[in-house]
């Protein structure tokens, strides 16, 4: 007897088709290392940058000009919409360790599977540290984002953020959160911003930077966004339903991007140090005053501190100091 067969092939996993990227980042200038290869250092942006996923001659993803007419030339926005409800579903996140271009160790914060293991290890260990040594085999945050950019006439496919950033995961993590709280469930089909903020953040040697950070928010009160959510549910509840049983089984069956088709971009760009022909960052030369003095540990610049005076030495009267501090500058400790 014949078996009946499935109408579609059963090992084949559907996935979220991938139109474009959202990027922060790009390939900088060449240089060349000590083996005389030609090296392209990360350049980070302060605005987002949507490509397409052809390269140009600089090796970079060449920019989606059309989208970019749409949202501007150095957009830190992007309106965009969500295809689910399910958090997991729209932004997937792990830990993960590369050996050259390959996957090495990957995990949940949790656990982690890693080759060479039958079974799973503790996640995460001490390659996620920042000091960690040596750099070319430290475990880093991954996670990406697929959404649809409102104003295209495209449909079909998502254009997907990916980041390695602790605090852009964390922030679009809780802000999902958030606005599911506030909504009663409701995420897919709100009308949502991808926006690009600068932070005051510490470095691991102590110093203070500025960074960038990518968040989603909702423009609009707490009310507005509640009524959204109420309205999403009653106009359509019915294809909600069917939408939450589509969710639930494609927690199983979509590719959540957990893997990447090319090892090689993602060392290019968020594991630059496993790199052979890596060139390490110069640091920054500081210019100091005669009254200033740099912290080896910390980097900080600090002003030297006053010598002791002698018995002879008259104290002078202290000045009044009529200045306030300026709440921007206090904000940032």
């Not at 980041?163 to 089909?189: A, C, M, V, W």
């Amino acid at each position: 007897m014949k078996a009946k067969l499935s109408p579609m092939i059963k090992t084949f996993t559907p996935g979220l088709t991938e139109l474009g990227k959202i990027k922060i980042g790009m390939k900088g200038e060449a240089r060349k290392s000590k083996s005389g290869s030609d090296y392209q250092l990360p350049q980070k942006l302060d605005h987002f940058i949507v490509t397409g996923l052809e390269r140009d001659e600089s090796g970079n993803f060449t920019r989606d000009e059309a989208i970019h007419k749409l949202i501007g030339d150095k957009p830190k926005r992007i309106p965009i919409t969500l295809l689910f409800d399910d958090i997991f579903l729209n932004f997937q996140s792990r830990f993960a360790c590369y050996q050259g271009t390959r996957l090495y160790c990957t995990g949940d914060g949790e656990q982690a599977n890693r080759q060479g293991h039958d079974e799973p290890i503790q996640c995460p260990c001490e390659r996620s540290d920042p000091d960690y040594t040596p750099t070319k085999d430290r475990c880093k945050m991954n996670g990406v984002l697929s959404v649809i950019i409102r104003g295209t006439d495209t449909i079909g496919g998502v254009w997907k953020f990916r980041t390695t950033s602790y605090n852009t995961i964390q922030g679009i993590t809780s802000s999902l959160y958030l606005i599911k709280r506030i909504t009663g469930g409701p995420l897919s089909g709100l009308d949502l911003d991808l926006v690009l903020a600068p932070k005051t953040a510490n470095a691991p040697d102590g110093t203070s930077q500025k960074i960038f950070v990518v968040g989603i928010e909702y423009t609009g009160g707490m009310e507005q966004l509640r009524d959204e959510g109420l309205r999403l549910v009653q106009a359509t509840s019915s294809h909600r339903k069917q939408l939450a049983l589509l969710e639930e089984n494609a927690v199983n069956m979509i590719d959540v991007e957990l893997e990447e088709e090319n090892p090689e971009e993602t060392i290019a760009e968020w594991y630059p140090e496993n790199d052979p022909n890596y060139i390490e960052p110069e640091k920054p030369v500081i210019n100091l005053n005669d009254d200033e003095q740099v912290n080896t540990k910390t980097g900080e610049v600090t002003e030297k501190p006053a010598k002791k005076k002698t018995k002879n030495q008259a104290e002078p009267e202290p000045e009044q100091d009529e200045t306030e501090a300026d709440p921007d500058i206090m904000d940032l400790f």
